[in-house]
């Protein structure tokens, strides 16, 4: 039996408020290609019996202490066995009508990073949908994780730092893009992004970010494009052009 194209992988910690939406949207789009997997840090609130509940739809499935998240996003990928990767939250929801179309570039394989649209809901209201833009790395976190897709050698590879809590997903794509690694963007919606979590805390993010940006370009380039990027927001609103 040949391995599946793609792993999903969840990470949980006591959210069975919010994990049935998400069990929910992967048995939607789930087949033989696909194989789930969910890595839960000794959930206490129901979220483990909700698990075992699911019937044949989990593959694998460990609950157990760990580190933080990117510590349980690491032993995810050890476990997965699929050709490409993508994360979804346990309180995040898979959105089957882009996955035709995000398909046979995981069939082609040409591609290192595959970036699909994440919409976004915050307090229940719809917010501007997350479009990767991978060029503007190099300045801040522009990739939708609930949406992109990595080959699972790249994941193995690179991994996830564990001494942030935060942003370690842009840690993992700033040097894939550093690397010379292939993006490719589809125009295809496959997510939906709740906000909230420790992923809301702004302060935090941005100071992961910029000690990223620190140890990835070093001193020099990481001066420079600070100060390439406050030039161009002067001339954006100087000349009253709309921001990105």
């Not at 476990?79 to 035709?100: M, Q």
């Not at 010379?180 to 125009?187: A, M, Q, T």
């Amino acid at each position: 039996m040949s391995p599946p194209l793609l792993s999903i992988i969840t990470v949980t910690k006591n959210c069975a408020a919010s994990l049935k939406a998400t069990l929910e949207s992967v048995k939607a789009i789930k087949n033989a290609d696909i194989e789930y997997i969910i890595i839960d840090g000794s959930s206490t609130d129901g979220t483990v019996e909700l698990i075992k509940n699911s019937g044949e739809l989990v593959d694998k499935f460990i609950s157990e202490p760990d580190s933080g998240i990117y510590n349980a996003m690491n032993k995810g990928l050890d476990l997965a066995v699929g050709k490409y990767i993508l994360f979804i939250n346990g309180d995040d929801e898979l959105l089957p009508e882009g996955f035709p179309i995000v398909w046979p570039l995981l069939i082609e394989g040409n591609a290192s990073v595959i970036s699909a649209t994440t919409r976004v809901l915050d307090d229940g209201k719809s917010t501007p949908d997350l479009i990767a833009k991978p060029w503007q790395l190099l300045f801040f976190n522009t990739m939708p994780h609930p949406s992109t897709f990595v080959l699972t050698a790249l994941l193995r590879r690179y991994r996830f730092r564990e001494d942030l809590r935060i942003a370690s997903d842009y840690d993992l794509f700033l040097r894939l893009l550093l690397d010379g690694n292939r993006f490719i963007r589809v125009n295809a919606i496959t997510a939906l992004h709740h906000r909230g979590g420790t992923s809301a805390n702004s302060a935090l993010s941005l100071d992961e970010m910029d000690r990223i940006r620190l140890d990835r370009l070093g001193n020099i380039r990481y001066r420079f494009l600070n100060m390439s990027w406050a030039m161009y927001r002067m001339t954006k609103s100087f000349l009253h052009l709309p921001q990105r």
